[in-house]
């Protein structure tokens, strides 16, 4: 079973920037391929990237050009570095670990507790 917690959360002005961390622990051999979701009040949960162990990365497209994901596979730990933040990113930041190069959440199944992102005008 893996063990995930996010961090780096927190408030910030449209156009700023923060990174956040996913810390993977327990049978973190077993991970495949890692994603950020996110979730704002009210709406349903989506994806924003996925990254694999190779390297291979995926984006949502509201997160091309302005998110980068990365992984550092010998500390287990994946990253979400954002930039040029605006206001419809807040929300509920999640990291997970599947064994489908997805970016739909059904495909999901260790999930972090999340880290809130909050953009101000």
């Known amino acids: 079973q893996v063990h995930l917690v996010e961090s780096g959360g927190g408030s910030v002005q449209a156009g700023g920037s923060l990174k956040l961390a996913c810390s993977a622990s327990g049978s973190t051999i077993s991970i495949m391929y890692m994603g950020w979701f996110r979730q704002a009040l009210g709406k349903e949960r989506e994806g924003v990237a996925v990254v694999d162990n190779d390297g291979s990365l995926r984006y949502a497209e509201f997160a091309k050009g302005r998110f980068t994901v990365s992984k550092d596979n010998d500390k287990n730990i994946m990253y979400l570095q954002m930039d040029s933040l605006e206001p419809g990113d807040s929300g509920m930041y999640y990291c997970?670990?599947?064994?489908?190069?997805?970016?739909?959440?059904?495909?999901?199944?260790?999930w972090g507790q999340g880290t809130q992102v909050t953009v101000s005008s």
């Open positions: 997970a670990t599947s064994r489908v190069f997805s970016l739909l959440p059904a495909f999901y199944s260790s």
